[in-house]
């Protein structure tokens, strides 16, 4: 018996270890963006329905960098044919992908995703600015043109017009592309009004490190960083009645009826105001294809070809339904034609 | 030296008690068993604290809101061009969820030129009636120009309005279900149409983006392929190790140093297996990611310290005079070991090894690191081919945006509570049915 057991197991390792090397990998593999999971989840399982001589691909979550990472391990069947970006990929990230290997990068933008700030359902009408949230909550805030210690404890103290509650705000943690975007579009953008910029300039600061200061967010535990997925900033904001969370679009249009949504700059986020550009928070999603392995690993093109289709990123598409913003036609043809022709970065 | 003088006046005098704090001890006692049903009190309150979230949340997932269609499998829709015979592809690439649509507007009396509303009927049905209904076309393609009797799945915005999870009293541009649509529910539901079935989809179907066509399938298929790889590996190799750290080896400083590693790996935290893995089974050794070999042989690393340790306490209870008289009547080491201790040690070794398994079925983060953390639909059909584990799937689902995903969440907990029960109830089985006592 146990002659027979360790006989087995000793075969088991020799077959799994030969077995490793010699499969080919006919399915394909996709890692990153939890923002953009939804939408790879819904084209693979689609393609997957769709070509029945394919394999339905296989799709990692992970964040944008740890997607990216995984991507620049090098070219090869035990490294990911797509990484889902929510930002564009790094310089950094190009020269370590081209160290590791991976010389032939094709960027695809698949459409728009809108950034939202969202209080429970009962709680007040909220008007936001970029002002309003670096004021709430950058660590160093502008006061007679010199940059300080935030001190505010309430939205009120912020804008009269706010209500009177304590901030208390659950922003994307570092490792999501979405935080990116927030300090881009939230962050150095109020701090620019304010004229943060110039102020940390006069402090002695080069433009990088004025940028850096105003995106700094404040560490007394009145933003608090959310590193897994919007259902817990939904948690959080569920116990606490008086906190305001960041989302995205799609996420907040499946939880509508127990989120109330945030004007920013005085326009309401939808998939319209978003598409032509007034809703001042949004940012492009993307996916990075390796290019070595069109054509080796099997359906991988036709995926991408798919994924660009208009009956999948369209105006009345699946995505689109899911929260999509789609781009523009001429936006979308360009992806396609860019695809298409190999257009590497 | 008062101690004498009292203690001799009293017996003298009349035989009383000596102060021994019966009383107080007595109250200690008491107390102590108090702070001791205390202590059990609570522990019992949070487990059914647990369960009950857990169960009064997830029983839903089980039952699944279906629509009783009379489809006509109108050949114009499925095949308008009349080329089927020739064109194998057809069939497969024809407009199935129209045919469901139509057969629910039929129903509903919904008329056809009314697009808005046939929208809203679409809305109703679940997408995998695409799916579905080629599946039936497919197999059977004599049934094209019929009228046939299907169940289709409800979409799962109308499983949740119809289950009462969404909040009707709010604007229904807020909400994913139209009043329109909750009115058809209405209908339906008096009609007996539209009832809930036992789902069970949730054990058989792959991951999946919509909530009614996602299951558990992979999942299961992907623990199961781990935990027999985990079984297989873990067991002779820990056995092994284990008599001959006991039975065999010298007693040194080397073997102490080898017994105190063992004891500090079966502390270290599951993700340093996990890193371990993607560095030297993925990245050195160029196995495939998300493959549940990788993942077993993770879990294996990660399982074989707590079967070390459980195989040298079952070995060190079998009492040495069972051992000397082997020994003595002309047994080799090996014979002793193989024909006398092993088989007493063995229920003790089985509990151990099931405890471990248990512990590794119920794993996600060294899987997290190896890429079986992942959306996968199609059924692994070897340990080589992606798939995700039944713990990993919990963590998925509770991630979704969908409000129908909640309830999924907690019925898969309550799937791998079960899992769990059921080897910890073999485990004591075996434990009873074996255990000998000296």
């Known amino acids: 018996m146990n002659k027979f057991l360790l006989t087995a197991s000793a075969a088991m390792i020799a077959v799994a270890a030969s077995a490793g090397y010699a499969a080919a990998r006919d399915q394909i593999q996709i890692a990153g963006s939890s923002t953009v ?25 992970g964040g944008s960098s740890g997607g990216l990472k995984e991507f ?43 950034i939202v700030f969202a209080t429970d359902i009962n709680g007040a009408d909220w008007a936001l600015t970029p002002e309003d949230i670096y004021k709430a909550l950058a660590a160093q805030v502008v006061v007679d043109g010199k940059l300080v210690e935030n001190t505010s404890a309430k939205w009120s103290d912020v804008n009269p017009n706010l209500p009177d509650w304590d901030i208390a705000a659950y922003i994307p943690g570092e490792k999501h592309g979405t935080r990116e975007v927030f300090e881009e579009k939230l962050l150095v953008a109020g701090c620019e009004k304010l004229g943060g910029i110039e102020a940390a300039e006069a402090a002695g600061l ?7 200061a105003c995106k700094a967010v404040r560490k007394d535990g009145k933003a608090v960083d959310i590193d897994g997925d919007y259902t817990e900033t939904l948690a959080r904001i569920d116990s606490n009645k008086t906190g305001v969370g960041v989302f995205g679009l ?40 390796k290019k070595a392995h069109l054509g080796v690993i099997p359906g991988l ?14 105006p009345e598409s699946p995505l689109a339904e899911y929260g999509l913003v789609s781009a523009p036609d001429a936006e979308r043809q360009q992806q396609r034609d860019d695809f298409a022709a190999g257009k590497t970065m | 030296m008062t101690d004498v003088t009292f203690n001799g006046a009293s017996v003298a005098a009349r035989p009383a008690r000596r102060d021994i704090g019966l009383k107080r001890r007595y109250a200690a006692e008491q107390r102590f068993r108090l702070y001791g049903i205390l202590a059990i009190a609570i522990g019992i309150f949070f487990l059914f604290a647990l369960l009950f979230s857990v169960v009064s949340k997830g029983y839903t997932a089980f039952w699944q809101t279906s629509i009783n269609l009379s489809v006509n499998f109108d050949p114009k829709i499925i095949d308008p061009q009349n080329k089927r015979a020739t064109d194998p592809n057809v069939l497969l690439t024809a407009n199935y969820p129209v045919l469901a649509r139509n057969a629910l507007a039929e129903k509903l009396g919904v008329e056809t030129s009314n697009r808005p509303a046939l929208r809203q009927v679409s809305g109703m049905i679940s997408d995998g009636v695409r799916t579905q209904l080629r599946n039936i076309v497919v197999a059977n393609p004599s049934i094209i120009g019929t009228t046939q009797n299907v169940w289709v799945l409800a979409s799962a915005d109308v499983d949740s309005a119809n289950k009462g ?22 209908k339906l539901d008096a009609d007996g149409a539209m009832v809930q079935r036992f789902n069970t989809g949730i054990f058989t ?8 066509t996602a299951g558990m399938g992979v999942a299961i298929i992907g623990s199961f392929y781990m935990m027999a790889i985990v079984l297989v590996l873990s067991l002779p190799i820990g056995v092994a190790a284990s008599i001959y750290l006991e039975e065999f080896a010298p007693k040194n400083r080397l073997t102490d140093i080898i017994e105190v590693n063992i004891n500090n790996l079966a502390a270290v935290p599951s993700i340093v297996f996990g890193l371990l893995g993607l560095a030297v089974f993925v990245g050195f050794m160029g196995m495939p990611r998300s493959a549940s070999l990788v993942g077993g042989m993770v879990l294996t690393l990660m399982t074989l310290p707590t079967v070390i340790i459980a195989t040298r306490a079952a070995l060190r209870a079998v009492p040495p005079s069972i051992r000397s008289a082997a020994l003595g009547l002309g047994a080799s080491r090996m014979q002793m070991v193989f024909h006398h201790v092993l088989p007493l040690a063995a229920p003790g070794i089985l509990t151990g090894t099931i405890i471990g398994l248990a512990q ?79």
Not at chain 1, 72 to 95: H, M
Not at chain 1, 301 to 314: A, I, P, R, S, W
Not at chain 2, 378 to 391: E, F, S
Not at chain 2, 394 to 414: D, L, P, Q, Y
């Open chain 1, 37 to 61: 999971l939804p939408y790879a989840k819904i084209v693979a399982e689609t393609f997957g329905e769709t070509f029945p001589n394919f394999k339905t691909p296989v799709v990692e979550s």
């Open chain 1, 250 to 289: 799609a996420f907040y249009e499946n939880n509508a009826d127990k989120l109330k949504v945030a004007t920013v700059d005085g326009i309401a986020p939808s998939t319209e105001t978003i598409a032509s550009g007034e809703y001042p928070v949004s940012r492009p999603l993307f996916f990075y294809v």
């Open chain 2, 205 to 212: 179907f792959g991951a999946s983006s919509r909530p009614e």
């Open chain 1, 72 to 114: 620049c391990k090098g070219v090869g069947e035990n490294t990911i044919d797509i990484a889902n970006a929510s930002r564009k990929i790094r310089d950094s990230e190009v020269q370590a992908c081209a160290e590791a290997g991976v010389k032939e990068i094709q960027e695809v933008r698949i459409g728009y995703d809108g």
């Open chain 2, 360 to 438: 590794a079925l119920g794993e996600t983060a060294p899987l997290l690191l190896i890429g079986m953390v992942a959306f996968v639909v199609d059924y692994p059909a070897t340990p080589l081919d992606p798939a995700t584990a039944l713990p990993v799937q919990i963590f998925m689902w509770a991630n979704e945006a969908e409000r129908a995903f909640v309830e999924r969440t907690s019925g898969a907990i309550i799937i791998l509570l079960m899992f769990l029960a059921v080897m910890n109830l073999a485990a004591i089985f075996l434990r009873s049915r074996f255990e000998r006592r000296w």
């Open chain 1, 206 to 212: 080069d433009k990088k490190g004025a940028e850096a």
């Open chain 2, 165 to 186: 999870q969404v909040d009707l009293s709010v604007d229904q541009a807020r909400r994913k279900v139209s009043d329109q649509q909750v009115e058809w529910i209405r």
């Open chain 1, 301 to 314: 093109k036709e995926y991408v070809e798919f994924f660009l289709d208009d009956q999948m990123v369209g």
